[in-house]
C-alpha cells in the first residue's frame, strides 16, 4: 500500500480482517511490467521449503537489513492491533500454527500437520518437534491454549470469529479446538498474525512487561524500540528454521515521505523500502542499483463514504459519484500497469471475487446526472474528501475524484492531513467520504467482507456504518456455508447489491511493490503486503 499503512484487518465477526490497509498493491494485474514477481524472484517461504535457500549457492550469512517503513510501530500485542504498521511488525516476532505462503495458499506452520472433522467441528493440530521460544523454553500446546483463549477473552479488531466450544491441549504436542457450529473461513483466519502463540502465561511476567519485549516463536527478537520512531530486531538463535534468519539484525526505520523512502533507497541508506509508490515503480525497477519485487494483493484501493453523513446517506448520490468516475482512466493513469480496475470489493486474488460477472456502475457521465436528479440534492452540493498526506498516488486520486464530481454539480474539496490525525478522523466517523484501502488478512472472502459489510463489527462496515439486513444474513450465511457453488452464489449476491448501493466505490487492485537493493536477496512478499524476512541475505 503506499498507503498510509492500516491494515484492514477484519471485525469481531471477522476473524481475520480484511484489513484496512492503505497499501498499493493488487493482485492479477496482468500487466506487462519487467518487475520480477515474487514468484519468480523467490519461493515460497512455507515450511515445505523453508529448510533451503531459495538461491542455489550458499547464502551469505550476517549483516543488518534496514527496512524503510512509512509509520513507526506504536505497539506488539498481537490481540488488540489491527493495523498494518503494527501487524508487520508483530508477524515477525511471534507465529501461528498454520501460516499462508505468498501464493496466498494455507501451509502448516507452527503445526506439522493438522485435520478438520467431517462436520467441520473439530479441528486437530500436531505440533513440530523441537520449536523453541526465543528464550529457549520449549513451546508445547499448553501455550497454544493460553495464546487461543486470551484471544477470546481481548476479542480485539481480528477477533476470533467462530463460535469456540473448547481449546484443550490433549498431549503437549496435539490442540485440538472444538467448535459449536461450522464455520468456513476458521482455518484461514488461524493463518493470520493476531493468532500467534506466545508463552502460557506470558512466561511470568505481566502483560505490559511482556508485549515490551516479547517472546515467540518468530525469526527475529525486539532489541529497541522506539514507539515514533525506529525498532531494531536481532535474530532469534532458536529458531526452528535451522542456519535462518540469515541476516543478524532487522531495522525498521521511519520514513513517513515517499520521495525521501526512494532517495534514500537509492542512496543505499536502507536495503528496501515497504511502501513503493506505484508512480515510483519503473524508476526504481530501471535503476543502477535498485529493483522491485512484487506479488498479487488482497487489497482494494477505495473510496468511502460516510452514510451518516446527509449526503451520502443518500444512495442516489453514492450511485451518481459511482457514475461519473472514470475507475478505468483513473487506473491506468496513476498505476502504470501495476494494478486492475475493480468492479468487485474483492481482489481477484480472493476466491469468489466475481470480478469479471458483477454488473459495476461504469463510467457514463449523463447517467451519474440522471441519479443525481433523483436524490435530495438535484442541484448538487459541496462536500470534503479526507486524504491522508504523504501518499502522492492518493493526492492524484482525490484531484481525479474532485475533477468526476464538478462534472455533476458535486463540490469537493480535499482536506489532506497527515497519517495519525487522518486515522483518528475516520476511526470517529469524523468525516464525508475519505480514500483508504480494504485489505484481507488472509485467503478467505469473508475477510474483507464481513470487515466492510458488518454494521455492529470492530469496524462498522470499514467506518461507513453501512447497514442492509439483507447483506448482513448473506454475510453470515457465507460464513457457515462449505466451499463450493452455494458459497459463491452467496458471496455473488452480496457483492451486487453493493455494487448497486455503493457505500464504497472499489477503483482498483494494486500489486505489492518493494523497492529493493540489487544486492538484496531472498526477500519474500507475501499478498497481505508482509514480507518475510529469514531468507534474506545482503551481497557484499
Not at 508463552?199 to 516479547?214: M, Y
Not at 535474530?235 to 532517495?263: C, H, M, R, T
Not at 487492485?509 to 541475505?537: C, M, Q, T
Request: charged fraction near 20%; glycine fraction near 6%; charge should be negative.
Amino acid at each position: 500500500m503506499s498507503y498510509f499503512n492500516v491494515s484492514v484487518k477484519k471485525p469481531v465477526l471477522l476473524g481475520a480482517i480484511a484489513v484496512l490497509l492503505l497499501m498499493v498493491i493488487a493482485g492479477c494485474s496482468g500487466s506487462n511490467n519487467k518487475a520480477a514477481s515474487n514468484k519468480d524472484a523467490q519461493e515460497s517461504a512455507s515450511p515445505a521449503t523453508a529448510t533451503q535457500s531459495p538461491q542455489a549457492a550458499e547464502p551469505a550469512v550476517g549483516g543488518t537489513f534496514v527496512y524503510g517503513r512509512p509509520a513507526s510501530v506504536t505497539s506488539l500485542d498481537l490481540h488488540n492491533q489491527i493495523t498494518s504498521n503494527n501487524a508487520f511488525a508483530i508477524d515477525k516476532v511471534f507465529e501461528s500454527l498454520v501460516a499462508f505462503d505468498s501464493k496466498g495458499e494455507i501451509v502448516d506452520w507452527l503445526a506439522k500437520s493438522h485435520s478438520i472433522s467431517e462436520d467441520g467441528l473439530t479441528y486437530t493440530f500436531e505440533l513440530r518437534d523441537g520449536v523453541k521460544f526465543s528464550n529457549g523454553t520449549d513451546v508445547t500446546a499448553e501455550d497454544a491454549v493460553f495464546s487461543l483463549e486470551r484471544h477470546l477473552k481481548v476479542g480485539g479488531p481480528l477477533a476470533i470469529s467462530a463460535k469456540v466450544g473448547t481449546i484443550k491441549a490433549q498431549d503437549n504436542k496435539t490442540l485440538v479446538i472444538t467448535l459449536k457450529e461450522p464455520y468456513t473461513p476458521f482455518i484461514s483466519e488461524l493463518s493470520n498474525f493476531s493468532n500467534g502463540i506466545l508463552p502460557n502465561n506470558f512466561g511470568g511476567v505481566s502483560e505490559e512487561e511482556f508485549f515490551k519485549k516479547p517472546i515467540g516463536t518468530g525469526p527475529f527478537v525486539v532489541e529497541s524500540w522506539d514507539t515514533a520512531g525506529d525498532l531494531t530486531f536481532t535474530k532469534n538463535k532458536f529458531y526452528w528454521q535451522e542456519g535462518k534468519p540469515y541476516i543478524d539484525k532487522l531495522v525498521y526505520k521511519l520514513i513517513e515521505d515517499d520521495s525521501q523512502a526512494i532517495n534514500q533507497l537509492k542512496a543505499g541508506e536502507v536495503n528496501a523500502i515497504e511502501s513503493l509508490a506505484l508512480q515510483n515503480a519503473n524508476e526504481i525497477k530501471d535503476g543502477a542499483d535498485t529493483k522491485v519485487i512484487t506479488n498479487g494483493s488482497w487489497v482494494t484501493e477505495q473510496l468511502f463514504f460516510n452514510t451518516l453523513d446527509e449526503h451520502f446517506s443518500d444512495v442516489h448520490v453514492r450511485r451518481a459519484l459511482a457514475l461519473a468516475l472514470d475507475r478505468e482512466g483513473l487506473t491506468k493513469a496513476l498505476t502504470f500497469g501495476y494494478a486492475q480496475t475493480a468492479n468487485s470489493l474483492l481482489p481477484t486474488t480472493i476466491p469468489y471475487n466475481s470480478n469479471e460477472t458483477i454488473k459495476a456502475l461504469n463510467f457514463n457521465v449523463e447517467a451519474a446526472k440522471e441519479e443525481l436528479a433523483k436524490s435530495a440534492f438535484p442541484n448538487g452540493f459541496t462536500t470534503k474528501l479526507l486524504v491522508a498526506s504523504g501518499n502522492s498516488t492518493r493526492a492524484q486520486e482525490a484531484q481525479i475524484i474532485q475533477a468526476a464530481g464538478q462534472t455533476i454539480g458535486i463540490t469537493i474539496e480535499i482536506e489532506s492531513i497527515e497519517l495519525a490525525t487522518f486515522r483518528e478522523r475516520f476511526f470517529a466517523y469524523d468525516f464525508a467520504a475519505m480514500l483508504n484501502s480494504g485489505q484481507a488478512d488472509s485467503p478467505e472472502a469473508n475477510s474483507i467482507i464481513a470487515f466492510q459489510t458488518d454494521p455492529e463489527g470492530f469496524s462498522k462496515s470499514y467506518w461507513t456504518h453501512y447497514t442492509n439486513d439483507e447483506v448482513t444474513k448473506l454475510l453470515y450465511e457465507g460464513q457457515k456455508t462449505a466451499d463450493g457453488d452455494a458459497r459463491a452464489q452467496i458471496y455473488t449476491k452480496l457483492l451486487q447489491t453493493l455494487a448497486d448501493e455503493v457505500p464504497y466505490i472499489p477503483l482498483y487492485y494494486p500489486d505489492v511493490l518493494k523497492g529493493i537493493r540489487s544486492s538484496v536477496d531472498g526477500l519474500v512478499v507475501l499478498p497481505n503486503g508482509s514480507a518475510r524476512f529469514e531468507d534474506v541475505h545482503i551481497s557484499q
